[in-house]
């Protein structure tokens, strides 16, 4: 039944024009325009972000970070982590579009 709804969301969304699959390249805009000035272009922290806030960042392309799964990378994105606030214009499908371009920094 859970998955009779799910195809039916998916026929829906698909039908509205909405794609269920994260999108890397999407979320590559949205990482460029809500996380770029803080983590770079390629995920290695400006230095002068982690200098004002008083903390160690960590580059989003190393094993650290690339071992978080999906959803606690989605949770820092949504409800924010230590110093980072939430990214209050980046949720659901489109956090899932920024998580896959983070995946795309892997080293
Ligand atoms: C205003 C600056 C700022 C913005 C904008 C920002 N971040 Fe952060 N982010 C930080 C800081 C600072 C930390 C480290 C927090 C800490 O350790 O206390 C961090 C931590 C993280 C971490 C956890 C890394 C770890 O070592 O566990 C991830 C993942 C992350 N950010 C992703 C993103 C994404 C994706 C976006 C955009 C949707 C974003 N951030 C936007 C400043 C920012």
Known sequence: M???IGTVMVVLLAGAGISLAADAKAGQAAYDKSCKS???ANGTPNAVIGKMMKVEMR???SAEVQALSNADLKK???DGKGKMKASAGVTGAAADDVVAHVRTMKK
Do not use: D, F, S, Y
Request: glycine content about 16%; aromatic content about 0%; overall charge positive.
């Open 2 to 4: 859970k998955r009779l």
């Open 38 to 40: 803080c983590h770079g």
């Open 59 to 61: 580059a989003l392309g």
């Open 76 to 78: 820092v994105i949504t």
